[in-house]
C-alpha cells in the first residue's frame, strides 16, 4: 500500500472552508484515494473517494493532483459536527484490507 | 444499505476471563468482514478479515482470534483477556470488490 502522510493536527472556524491535504507520493496507477472520517467516540465513516477526476458529494469534495502525489479534502463551510480525525487512504481497487494511518485531528472553533 | 450490528456497546471484563463480540450484517451478502481495535488515544489497527464463510486473515499475532460461521456473522474471542486487550472494537463490512466501508457502532473493552 501506498505510504500516507497528513498534519497531525489542523484547526479552523465554523462556516469558513477547511482544506485537508494528504501526500501519496508512493501512489500507484491503480490506487484510488478514500477519505474517512472519525467522529468523536464513534466508528470511522467513509466520506469520498477517487482516482483521477476532483469528485464532489454532500459531504465534501476530493482534489486530485494531476500527478496524483497529492489530495485534498475540502469542506466547503465548516460546522462543529465536522471536528473529527480525518483519514487519507490510497488503495487498488478490489483490495481485500483497509488499513488507517494516524489521520489529522479537525479541530473547528465556533 | 448496509447495517451493521455489534453488540454491546460497553463491556467490563477481568483479566483471564474469556470474551466473545458478536458482528452481523444486513443489508448484503457476502461481504468482506474485518475487526479493528482503536487502544485510548491511538490509531485504528486492522486485527482480522474475511472474505468469506471459514476465511479469516491474521493481520496481528495475539491472543485474539476470529471465526465466520455464517456469511454475515463475524465473531471474535479470546480464551484469557490480558489487560493490553483493552480498546473500543469495530466491525465493519464491504463488498467483494472494493466498496466504502461500512462500520459498527464499537464495543469498548475495558479489562481490569
Known amino acids: ?110 | 444499505s448496509q447495517t451493521i450490528h455489534q453488540w454491546p456497546a460497553t463491556l467490563v471484563q477481568p483479566v483471564g476471563s474469556p470474551l466473545s463480540l458478536e458482528c452481523t450484517v444486513e443489508g448484503t451478502s457476502n461481504p468482506n468482514l474485518y475487526w479493528y481495535r482503536q487502544a485510548a488515544g491511538r490509531g485504528l489497527q486492522l486485527l482480522f478479515y474475511s472474505v468469506g464463510i471459514g476465511q479469516i486473515s491474521s493481520e496481528v499475532p495475539q491472543n485474539l482470534s476470529a471465526s465466520r460461521p455464517q456469511d454475515r456473522q463475524f465473531i471474535l474471542s479470546s480464551k484469557k483477556l490480558l489487560l493490553s486487550d483493552s480498546g473500543f472494537y469495530l466491525c465493519a463490512s464491504s463488498g467483494q470488490f472494493y466498496s466504502p466501508l461500512h462500520f459498527g457502532n464499537g464495543t469498548r473493552l475495558t479489562v481490569t
Open chain 1, 1 to 110: 500500500d501506498a505510504k500516507t502522510t497528513q498534519p497531525n493536527s489542523m484547526e479552523s472556524n465554523e462556516e469558513e472552508p477547511v482544506h485537508l491535504p494528504c501526500n501519496h507520493s508512493t501512489i500507484s496507477g491503480t490506487d484510488y484515494i478514500h477519505w474517512y472520517r472519525q467522529l468523536p467516540s464513534q466508528g470511522p465513516e467513509y466520506v469520498i473517494h477517487g482516482l483521477t477526476s476532483n469528485v464532489n458529494n454532500r459531504m465534501a469534495s476530493l482534489a486530485i493532483a494531476e500527478d496524483r502525489k497529492s489530495s485534498t479534502l475540502i469542506l466547503h463551510r465548516a460546522t462543529l459536527r465536522d471536528a473529527a480525525v480525518y483519514y487519507c487512504i490510497p488503495t487498488f481497487q478490489g483490495a481485500q484490507k483497509l488499513v488507517f494511518g494516524q489521520g489529522t485531528r479537525l479541530t473547528i472553533n465556533p
